[in-house]
């Protein structure tokens, strides 16, 4: 699928911004292995220079070390560029609890920087990292796009604006934008280490190292877990589609199905036994759930299946099972 789409692009630049980031890397990756020109613009807050190191002597890649922050550093980025993937963003509900002048500078100004400097430079389609915490405080499952509460987080109202300002800058300045809602997405390059490490990668690296993963809450709160693959095949379709009805708008990017974390923590557990028997043995401890923490999550993907011919290939068990196989062979030391 990939590569029918990406020739499409062949001939075209595209800019990845938060390129060395988790989700960014592998965009990065899908692009060049298909002869696709690749400026990654990356200021190593979040992301790692080992992500895209295996990239820096490709004659089709350009790293431009800078921050969505600076206006001057988005319009370097930007020139000659057809399409910018925009993935630059401070993730985490917690950090933003912590700390959200920060995130709001990174998410809000940051991105309100990326539209102008996509705008003055002629971009032909910008497609950003929306996330599924814009459904907020509304309950009914499964999400579907037209229907959202009230944000929980000051991250959720970052990523709320993002869209709000997508779609002034197509009705003011025509700017082609595709706002994608992420859930919860996992796989290679996810950073397991830090305060804000998402629950996957964490559990798989509390398991390796024979330590008891901790589940907020009883362990029934259930996501919509997306395996970065089926996350690449909506940002190739969102950039390549030539459906005019499907731009200007937002999408959820799931698999549409939800797992309980108790369900994770065990279907990691099982994955993870077949390298180590001992793994099988760990306990799964629990502590208080989180502030802004949804209880339960799990997307419609139809409205994407219906614009975009979505077609997500990895349910959670394949998608497990890819990860747990890349971890296994950089984590263990």
Request: proline share 4%.
């Amino acid at each position: 699928m990939h590569h029918k789409e990406l020739k499409k692009l062949q001939g075209s630049k595209v800019l990845v911004t938060g390129g060395a980031g988790f989700i960014g890397s592998n965009l990065c990756e899908t692009l060049l292995s298909n002869d696709i020109q690749v400026v990654c613009l990356d200021n190593f807050s979040t992301g790692k220079r080992e992500n895209i190191t295996p990239f820096l002597n490709l004659p089709n890649f350009t790293l431009i070390e800078g921050d969505i922050r600076n206006l001057n550093d988005c319009n370097t980025a930007c020139l000659g560029v057809g399409y910018v993937l925009h993935q630059a963003a401070l993730g985490s509900v917690p950090r933003s609890i912590n700390d959200p002048i920060t995130t709001n500078e990174v998410n809000v100004s940051g991105f309100l920087n990326m539209l102008v400097a996509a705008r003055d430079a002629g971009v032909k389609r910008f497609v950003y990292a929306a996330s599924s915490s814009t459904y907020g405080d509304h309950e009914a499952l499964p999400k579907v796009e037209e229907v959202i509460g009230k944000p929980l987080s000051p991250y959720a109202i970052t990523k709320y604006v993002n869209e709000l300002y997508a779609d002034i800058f197509y009705k003011t300045y025509q700017l082609n934008t595709v706002g994608l809602r992420y859930f919860n997405v996992f796989g290679k390059r996810q950073d397991p280490d830090g305060a804000y490490a998402a629950v996957i990668p964490k559990f798989v690296q509390q398991f390796i190292n024979h330590e008891s993963p901790v589940i907020n809450g009883d362990g029934s709160y259930s996501r919509d877990f997306t395996y970065i693959d089926n996350v690449i095949q909506m940002n190739i379709l969102a950039m390549t589609t030539t459906n005019q009805n499907a731009l200007n708008s937002v999408y959820n990017v799931a698999y549409g199905d939800r797992t309980t974390l108790l369900q994770l923590a065990n279907l990691l557990k099982m994955h993870l036994s077949s390298f180590d028997s001992m793994i099988k043995n760990i306990e799964i401890k629990h502590r208080d759930n989180r502030i802004g923490d949804i209880p339960h999550s799990l997307a419609s993907i139809n409205k994407a299946k219906q614009l975009l011919n979505y077609n997500p290939k990895y349910n959670i068990n394949d998608g497990i099972k890819e990860a747990v196989n890349w971890y296994w062979e950089h984590l263990k030391s």
